[in-house]
């Protein structure tokens, strides 16, 4: 397989696996633009590697959401998320070129149906760092001329740590690292909104819409002003939760585009938690 037929491959709309020998190829493919001195080519390929990388990813998601395994598709919207950072700046795919735009756009919304609300964020110090490219330990006054960012021959100029030292954790709701998603013992997850989802879901790339808006929690929707607030609090409703965001929720109105025939799921409240039988 060569370069173009490469590029025809990722260009295809609506793959449903992925070919896993496209990986060991492009490398091999790198390794002789590498040895020949040709970055134009080399870079170029390091673009291929990312977005075959990004569709594998997207494609795996779907699947661990189809069977079951909810936070392996987490860790790989995260993981999208995180490449397609490296690749905006050296590959505009405007036009949804090799589908990037579609998947950068659905694989936030599926995240968005996601249950989890805390992370731990790690508080540390950076003491000895080197660069990815030439080996070098940085500091502030002696650094060497890669730029964290560039492409250098195929390759992504990083940083990488050598020593640091742990500060402390912390829980936070919108972490940089979103992989770190606290379980607590004994609890358990209520992944339902993505499980109705995906029964009206064929492959990765149908289309649907999400609109959240928010609504009055049942329990409010008939609350009179002088009467106790529904909440329990034994102060009267518009001295308590009336017109706060506590009496309402958010909703998730879903409407699938590519499947118009599979029936509307009724409004219903859905949990963070699953509720022990």
Same mark, same amino acid.
């Given at each position: 397989?060569?370069?173009?037929?490469?590029?025809q491959?990722?260009?295809?709309?609506?793959?449903? &696996?992925?070919?896993?020998?496209i990986?060991s190829?492009?490398?091999?493919?790198?390794a002789?633009?590498v040895?020949?001195?040709q970055?134009?080519?080399a870079?170029?390929?390091?673009?291929l590697e990312t977005i075959?990388e990004?569709q594998?990813l997207?494609i795996?998601a779907f699947n661990?959401i189809?069977?079951g395994k909810?936070?392996?598709?987490?860790?790989?919207?995260?993981?999208?998320d995180?490449?397609m950072?490296?690749l905006?700046?050296?590959?505009d /795919?405007?036009n949804n070129k090799?589908?990037l735009?579609?998947?950068?756009?659905? &694989?936030?919304?599926?995240?968005?149906?996601? =249950?989890?609300e805390?992370?731990? &964020?790690r508080e540390?110090?950076?003491k000895k760092?080197s660069? &990815?490219i030439c080996?070098?330990?940085n500091?502030?006054?002696?650094?060497c001329?890669h730029?964290?960012g560039?492409?250098?021959m195929?390759e992504?100029?990083?940083?990488r740590v050598?020593?640091?030292e742990?500060?402390?954790m912390?829980?936070v +709701?919108?972490p940089f690292? *979103?992989y %770190?998603?606290?379980?607590?013992e004994?609890m358990?997850?209520?992944y339902e909104?993505?499980d109705?989802?995906?029964m009206g879901l064929n492959?990765?790339y149908?289309?649907?819409?999400?609109?959240?808006?928010?609504?009055? +929690? =049942?329990e409010?929707? *008939?609350?009179?002003?002088?009467k =106790?607030c529904?909440?329990?609090?034994?102060? +009267?409703?518009? +001295?308590?939760?009336?017109g706060t965001?506590?009496e %309402?929720t958010?909703?998730?109105k879903i409407?699938?585009l590519?499947?118009?025939?599979?029936k509307?799921v009724p /409004?219903?409240?859905i949990g %963070?938690?699953?509720?022990k039988s």
């Amino acid at each position: 397989m060569e370069l173009e037929q490469i590029k025809q491959y990722l260009g295809k709309n609506n793959k449903l &696996s992925f070919d896993k020998d496209i990986k060991s190829k492009l490398k091999e493919l790198k390794a002789k633009a590498v040895e020949t001195n040709q970055e134009v080519v080399a870079n170029e390929i390091w673009c291929l590697e990312t977005i075959s990388e990004i569709q594998r990813l997207f494609i795996s998601a779907f699947n661990s959401i189809k069977n079951g395994k909810h936070f392996d598709a987490w860790h790989s919207y995260d993981m999208i998320d995180i490449e397609m950072s490296f690749l905006r700046k050296h590959f505009d /795919y405007c036009n949804n070129k090799y589908n990037l735009e579609f998947i950068e756009e659905y &694989s936030r919304k599926y995240q968005q149906l996601f =249950p989890y609300e805390y992370f731990m &964020s790690r508080e540390s110090i950076i003491k000895k760092e080197s660069c &990815s490219i030439c080996g070098r330990v940085n500091t502030i006054r002696n650094r060497c001329e890669h730029e964290v960012g560039e492409l250098y021959m195929g390759e992504m100029c990083g940083r990488r740590v050598e020593d640091m030292e742990f500060i402390a954790m912390s829980i936070v +709701k919108n972490p940089f690292d *979103k992989y %770190t998603v606290l379980f607590p013992e004994g609890m358990e997850y209520n992944y339902e909104a993505l499980d109705t989802l995906f029964m009206g879901l064929n492959t990765p790339y149908d289309r649907w819409n999400l609109d959240i808006e928010k609504k009055i +929690k =049942p329990e409010f929707a *008939k609350a009179e002003r002088n009467k =106790p607030c529904p909440c329990g609090s034994g102060k +009267k409703y518009k +001295k308590c939760c009336c017109g706060t965001d506590a009496e %309402t929720t958010i909703h998730n109105k879903i409407t699938l585009l590519d499947n118009p025939n599979v029936k509307p799921v009724p /409004y219903k409240t859905i949990g %963070t938690w699953k509720n022990k039988s």
